[in-house]
């Protein structure tokens, strides 16, 4: 089948994680993903319920929802991609993707994925995201990445 490239903008939170979080309770609750109910199996009762109910486990690891509902940690730019884990960009692959320090919607707009992902070792089953901003303010907050299969 394939993984899904996904990517999503929010409204800017200075808490990273907080803005993931809310982001995946806003798409579990409109159901734009892949759902375990599509392989028989009960529906789950939050986006937290995937990652901690055993019952979801192998859905989680060989099928995924194929949206941000596959993360569901961001971690710090030094550490390692993990399964499920969102990483922030670093400032040195901001500025060589984008030529600067604040890139802005419009930027994101037009941004290669795979070049950018590749700057940062991007992995399957995890994502990224970066501060956007507008008129030199943080705005936004988007989050990308490829899961699914």
């Known amino acids: 089948m394939g993984g899904s490239g996904w990517s999503y903008v929010v409204p800017y939170r200075e808490d990273v994680g907080a803005a993931l ?6 798409e579990f609750a409109a159901g734009h993903n892949w759902s375990p109910t599509d392989w028989d199996l009960p529906a789950p009762a939050s986006p937290d319920d995937l990652w901690q109910n ?3 486990w192998e859905f989680m ?3 995924g929802t194929h949206s941000v509902l596959d993360v569901n940690r961001v971690i710090d730019v030094g550490e390692d991609h993990d399964f499920g884990t969102v990483r922030p960009l670093a400032a040195s692959v901001i500025r060589e993707g984008f030529g600067s320090d604040r890139p802005s919607r419009a ?8 070049t950018l992902d590749a700057l940062d070792d991007a992995l399957r089953w995890s994502g990224h995201c970066m501060v956007l901003y507008r008129d030199g ?6 989050f990308w990445g490829v899961s699914g299969d």
Do not use: V
């Not at 979080?21 to 806003?26: G, I, K, Q, T």
């Not at 303010?137 to 988007?142: D, G, K, L, Q, T």
């Open 107 to 114: 930027d994101f707009d037009g941004m290669d994925f795979g």
């Open 137 to 142: 303010i943080p705005h936004e907050i988007a």
């Open 54 to 56: 055993e019952l979801y």
């Open 61 to 63: 690891g060989t099928h």
């Open 21 to 26: 979080e809310a982001l995946r309770a806003e």
